[in-house]
């Protein structure tokens, strides 16, 4: 996702800075007020950007201090310089907690400006929401230009009769040798991902006849940033099981596997746990994991 370019040149200048020592934890010359030094309180940023956040930290050993940050939208980070981007227009309260080596904590708070949303909820034929609805069948994507499926009822029962249900898990298959990468993967009896694709290109799913699995890296831009069990925006992508989804991306080295992506934590989640686990991305195709679709925005 990208970041404004002079908030981004502000941010990358404080953190080399405070790597060099010059300036650590983007401290102000001569200060050792604790508290947050980036954004500013009252800045507006666009939905679903980057937003680089920096601690003000005392010049004597920095590194003695544990920084915690709470973004007002239910996600959390760690660290005296990070990343958040925010899916929803409006206001938010940033919390940032700093906590020195005897347990002795401060806070300070500012204000954000989100002025647009990253999501679009769509109807079951495509049209736009207002971001308040409560009955969608697709979520539009505007930093990818993606239309994504939205899952339903989960409740610990698979149903295939249902290609959208939420419990439903699926072998890798795909009986296409120019897009499997060379190997097809397992097939089932409606319980593999073609099977799955096909059902939703069949009824032309929310007018659509391109659905497709994601591709790794289009998979991976749906981790919510510091979001935990499921690491994914519940107010736009509800029913979302913790657990591995299938992308359509067969590994180059080993035919036999494919990426899938773990969605129980994100990486900026906080646990070194859930960083390996979600970035442990390659599974064999004869494994049962989840499956979201996924067709370009027209």
């Known amino acids: 996702m990208a970041v404004d370019k002079m908030h981004l040149k502000f941010f990358s200048f404080c953190i080399v ?21 980036f954004p500013r309180s009252g ?28 973004f007002g939208d ?27 080596q005897y347990e002795e904590s401060i806070s300070d708070t500012i204000t954000l400006h989100i002025n647009s949303s990253r ?36 409740d610990g029962a698979p149903d295939y009769a249902n290609p959208h249900d939420a419990d439903n898990t699926y072998t890798w298959y795909d009986g296409n040798e120019n897009t499997n990468g060379g190997d097809a993967g397992t097939e089932g009896e409606g319980t593999d991902t073609e099977d799955f694709i096909s059902e939703l290109n069949t009824e032309e799913y929310g007018g659509f006849s391109s659905w497709r699995l ?5 998979l991976e831009t749906l981790l919510g940033s510091g979001r935990y069990n499921p690491a994914i925006n ?25 990426c899938h992506i773990y969605f129980m934590g994100s990486p900026a989640s906080g646990t070194v746990q859930s960083r390996i686990i979600a970035l442990n991305h390659y599974g064999m195709k004869y494994l049962e994991y989840h499956a979201r679709a996924v067709c370009p925005g027209q």
């Not at 060099?20 to 200060?31: K, R, S």
């Not at 980070?77 to 919390?95: E, I, L, N, Q």
């Not at 971001?131 to 239309?147: I, K, R, S």
């Not at 994601?214 to 289009?218: A, F, G, I, S, T």
Request: glycine share 10%; hydrophobic share 35%; with cysteine.
């Open 17 to 37: 800075l405070g790597l060099l020592g010059i300036l650590p934890g983007c401290v102000l010359p001569g200060g050792d007020e604790r508290g947050i030094a």
């Open 43 to 70: 800045a507006v940023f666009n939905g679903g950007r980057d937003i680089g956040f920096a601690a003000r930290l005392p010049g004597d050993e920095p590194d003695s201090y544990t920084v915690k940050w709470d």
């Open 74 to 100: 239910n996600a959390t980070a760690a660290g005296p310089a990070v990343t958040h981007a925010y899916d929803r227009k409006g206001s938010y309260m940033v919390t940032c907690t700093i906590i020195d």
């Open 119 to 154: 999501y679009r909820k769509l109807d079951s034929l495509g049209a736009e929401l207002p971001d308040d609805a409560t009955d969608w069948t697709m979520v539009y994507d505007a930093t990818t230009d993606l239309v994504w499926e939205v899952k339903q009822h989960k």
């Open 214 to 218: 994601p591709d790794c890296d289009e």
């Open 234 to 258: 519940t107010d736009f992508f509800p029913n979302t099981v913790a657990w591995y989804y299938w992308s359509g991306t067969t590994y180059v080295d080993f035919t036999y596997a494919a």
